[in-house]
């Protein structure tokens, strides 16, 4: 790395268009904050493999579906764990950065997740219910999520779907940490608008909980989001751990909580460019 202010690529699509929320305008303030401590240049994602080496690091941050760029998106992988670059967040995450293998896993281990299978013959494992969840293995943001009845579910299962049960939870909430330290919480307290989040205030069981998937991922540096339903029982369960380009919802916060994620997201970057650095 040069003695200069560190050079950042930042990963990002401008022009995705999600439901109900502005990714840009996330991507817009982050970047502006992020000049103040790099040099940093915007591209998206399907030019990072050709310009990453020129910067010291690269930030994927909302760059929307895999299923979008799939295969510039495995192009940028293989070039960059090839040359080494360093990547915020690093391509070692076990969670989204590698496909939603990890719901099947976390499943069968008996970890406090929805129930998931993904063949036909494994349907039974699954609590009995008139509706499921189907959704890409390599999906986000809702893109290609159906809810289909008991009836139509088996002809969907083709092994490259996820299938849940539909579970009637009382309120979905996310924990958002930067490297191991939790951030913010927030929540939609009414599940027919899932995206009009509010703060939510969590308990000591509740951290617990989502520190228990960032204890399994465990990468060292970077921003995660452990998304999780609150159970008709009371329980929490994982829906996903977006460990890939989590999307933030700081408009949700107030400016002093803005602030205070910048500089932790900005320390965090520092520490991680010095402990590859070291690496070299």
Not at 29 to 41: G, H, I, P, Q, S
Not at 75 to 86: H, K, L, N, S
């Amino acid at each position: 790395m040069s003695l200069a202010r560190p050079r950042l690529l930042y990963v990002t699509d401008l022009a995705y268009q999600a439901r109900g929320r502005r990714y840009c305008d996330e991507d817009i303030f982050l970047t502006a904050r992020l000049r103040e401590d790099f040099d940093l240049a915007l591209c998206h994602p399907r030019d990072a493999a050709a310009l990453m080496g020129a910067f010291d690091g690269v930030v994927v941050r909302n760059s929307g579906p895999v299923l979008g760029h799939r295969e510039a998106y495995e192009a940028f992988r293989e070039r960059a764990i090839a040359d080494g670059t360093r990547v915020y967040n690093p391509l070692s995450g076990k969670a989204d950065t590698a496909g939603k293998q990890y719901l099947l896993d976390l499943s069968a281990a008996g970890y406090p997740v929805i129930p998931t299978v993904d063949r036909a013959e494994d349907l039974h494992r699954l609590p009995e219910t008139d509706r499921y969840v189907v959704k890409p293995k390599l999906g986000a943001d809702s893109v290609g999520l159906r809810i289909v009845s008991a009836d139509d579910v088996r002809d969907l299962v083709d092994g490259e779907v996820l299938v849940q049960p539909c579970v009637d939870f009382a309120y979905e909430v996310s924990f958002y940490f930067v490297d191991d330290d939790v951030q913010y919480a927030l929540y939609a307290p009414h599940p027919e608008r899932r995206w009009q989040l509010e703060p939510y205030e969590p308990t000591a069981e509740d951290l617990a909980f989502a520190r228990r998937f960032i204890d399994w991922n465990g990468i060292d540096h970077g921003i995660q989001r452990v998304d999780a339903c609150r159970a008709p029982d009371g329980q929490l369960l994982l829906v996903e751990l977006e460990d890939l380009n989590p999307y933030l919802s700081l408009d949700a916060l107030s400016d002093k909580e803005r602030d205070t994620f910048v500089t932790a997201m900005k320390a965090s970057l520092h520490r991680f460019l010095a402990a590859e650095r070291r690496r070299d």
